[in-house]
């Protein structure tokens, strides 16, 4: 008797305990809110994978909803759509996303959808473009060096997710500076006189850095030999440089170029002529002989009387 009784003990205290674990389970569940497991990532075979951390963090979402809705990634908005970059410069194209997770991001030429770079890889031959991005950072730059006049458009910063594919887009525009010689394309001077050309620099996100003048293929700016030269440049809005050159000769004559960074030269042909000085030495001759012939009139008379 005491056996069996000790038997009939120690099977109520394993109802008991059962009756424990299965209230604790169902509480778990929640009051009339059904709270499921969501299925552990998979292996590439199809075999359940993945980390324990990862199975145990979705068990904390009530639904495969709610868990993608939290844990997609986040495109930042706040980076800049419209960019305008100086012909020759660098463009930093920034995209910057969070929780990316494994996703992989892409940067495609809208022009001809070519990808750029996919992740850290770049996929064109074109060695100008890079993606630069620091470990453990949600940005993801787009490097264009030596920006050239094909490079303007559109360039999409894509991701690939789960339920599609996001995507954020920036428009790139190249500005050319416009670079011209005030006047005519030919000047024409006399020898003596000067040569006074004005370039003017307009539409430059920048004053430029330099201003060169050429005469044929040789920079003149700083020519001590043939001296006369003076160069004076004014940055601004719409920057100017004038180039004025002293006591013209003859050698002066040819092409005069300007040139700055990143823009299309500008050029004017200068003919130097000796005619119009000719006649100019010829009048100043027969003006002397003028007043030569007025000086003879008077100090004939004056001669005259001082002989009688």
């Known amino acids: 008797m005491v056996v069996t009784s000790g038997c009939q003990s120690h099977g109520h205290h394993q109802k008991f305990i059962a009756l424990l674990i299965l209230c604790f389970l169902d509480c778990g569940q929640g009051d009339g809110k059904e709270k499921r497991e969501i299925s552990s990532p998979k292996s590439k075979n199809g075999q359940p994978g993945g980390t324990g951390h990862s199975e145990w963090q979705q068990l904390w979402y009530s639904s495969v909803d709610e868990f993608q809705k939290l844990t997609e990634p986040l495109l930042d908005n706040t980076t800049e759509t419209n960019l305008t970059v100086p012909l020759g410069s660098t463009a930093y194209l920034h995209c ?10 892409s940067w495609v030429r809208r022009r001809d959808w070519h990808i750029l770079t996919s992740g850290m890889f770049t996929y064109t031959n074109d060695e100008r473009f890079t993606v630069l991005h620091a470990e453990g950072s949600d940005d993801w730059t787009l490097k264009i060096k030596y920006v050239q006049k094909r490079d303007n458009g559109t360039y999409e910063c894509q991701i690939s997710t789960g339920t599609g594919i996001m995507s954020s887009f920036i428009n790139v525009h190249i500005v050319v500076p416009e670079v011209h010689i005030d006047g005519p394309s030919e000047l024409h001077v006399d020898m003596g006189s000067i040569i006074n050309l004005l370039c003017i620099i307009e539409k430059s996100p920048q004053p430029p850095q330099y201003v060169f003048w050429y005469h044929n293929e040789k920079m ?5 030999i043939r001296g006369g030269i003076v160069v004076n440049t004014e940055n601004g809005g719409r920057s100017t440089s004038r180039l004025t050159i002293h006591d013209v000769i003859d050698t002066d004559s040819g092409n005069y170029t300007c040139e700055t960074a990143n823009a299309e030269q500008a050029y004017v042909y200068v003919f130097v002529s000796e005619g ?33």
């Open 96 to 105: 910057r996303v969070r929780n990316l997770g494994e996703r992989t991001i």
């Open 220 to 224: 003149i700016n700083y020519d001590n």
């Open 276 to 308: 119009d000085t000719m006649a100019a030495i010829s009048r100043r001759k027969s003006n002397a002989s003028g007043i030569e012939v007025m000086l003879w009139f008077v100090a004939l008379p004056l001669m005259v009387i001082s002989v009688r």
